[in-house]
């Protein structure tokens, strides 16, 4: 995975111009600009972080064009068993609502340049895919969809996607008899392909299998949540580099909770280890990663980490703070 930059911690006031559905239980919200001014420039498999009237801060991938410079368009289903901001999103949010949105981050960028694209995503997994589709033809790009949903009625953007001709396959797992065979699929992509995917968490673990031979800067994925919990136990002290603080980090609670309490103002959003916006330098000791963004490579560079999530193998741990 390609690290993304994180962004500032500045909002922008939006309005909510239209809500419009889009498939069973999903909905798209249209965000314009309060003020008229442009939308902060994004590419294509971007995401920015809306702050809910309920005091919940969500991340959603923004699915229209990068070309269009006057609004963000996300797309959320309502999960019953979620954390609660799709709920409120579809049950409470009305048109003209107001919101504080974030700046956009880019976590799951697409190589504009390869050669060809295999693009797989699993329900609302679809949202950065449309924007990476429309960025992929207006270049002129080889690729193909490979679209899975548990039932056709949740298959949403359909038409918008088919209608580049033969180059999206559907797969509805209640109709073909089981989930989308990743194994075959990936077996048969081209050796120059970049391999990109997102949706629900098995999927993402049978890509990650799938894929295990192919050079890691070729395979691209994104989580809508951790899979790994976070770290919580105590032994260690973050040492913050600017102020000279040390802070002991006590049992059951997070080097961003621990910092929190001592009154230090830290940037985060998803607290989960998925959005990169806790992403903070590190300058001596060893991390404990458990985030969901850093590669292999990265991780062992120990030169980042995610305060919100990860936590020290290191008896001390210096940050750039």
Not at 35 to 50: E, I, M, N, Q, Y
Not at 169 to 186: M, N, P, S, Y
Not at 265 to 278: F, H, L
Not at 291 to 307: G, H
Request: negative net charge; hydrophobic residues 40%; aromatic residues 4%.
């Amino acid at each position: 995975m390609t690290l993304g930059t994180a962004a500032d911690s500045k909002t922008v006031a939006m309005r909510l111009a239209a809500i419009t559905c889009a498939a069973e239980q999903v909905n798209l919200y249209e965000f314009r600009p309060v003020s008229g001014a442009p939308v902060s420039r994004f590419t294509a498999g971007a995401h920015v972080d809306l702050h809910l009237p309920n005091g919940l801060v969500r991340q959603y991938s923004i699915m229209n064009g990068e070309e269009e410079g006057d609004r963000y368009v996300i797309a959320v289903k309502r999960e019953a068993a979620g954390r609660g901001g799709s709920r409120f999103m579809h049950d409470e949010l009305r048109v003209g609502t107001v919101l504080e949105v974030g700046q956009p981050r880019n976590n799951f960028p697409l190589i504009e340049t390869a050669a060809h694209s295999v693009l797989i995503a699993g329900g609302i997994g679809v949202t950065p895919i449309v924007s990476m589709i429309a960025r992929l033809r207006s270049l002129g790009r080889s690729w193909e969809l490979h679209y899975a949903v548990r039932r056709r009625s949740e298959a949403a953007f359909l038409d918008e996607l088919r209608a580049g001709g033969d180059c999206v396959h559907l797969h509805v797992d209640e109709e073909q008899g089981g989930v989308l065979d990743l194994a075959r699929l990936i077996g048969a992509a081209p050796a120059e392909a970049h391999l990109y995917c997102c949706g629900p968490t098995p999927m993402l673990e049978a890509f990650t299998a799938a894929a295990s031979s192919w050079p890691a800067p070729r395979v691209h994925l994104e989580h809508f949540s951790a899979a790994l919990s976070p770290a919580v136990e105590s032994g260690f002290i973050v040492e913050l580099a600017r102020s000279k603080l040390r802070v002991s980090i006590p049992p059951g609670q997070t080097i961003l909770e621990a910092l929190r309490a001592r009154g230090v103002a830290v940037q985060a959003s998803c607290e989960q280890g998925i959005c990169g916006s806790c992403e903070t330098r590190v300058l001596a000791g060893e991390p404990d990663h458990r985030d969901m963004l850093l590669s292999c490579e990265e991780k062992a560079a120990n030169e980042v980490m995610m305060i919100c999530c990860s936590g020290s193998r290191s008896p001390v741990l210096v940050l750039d703070l």
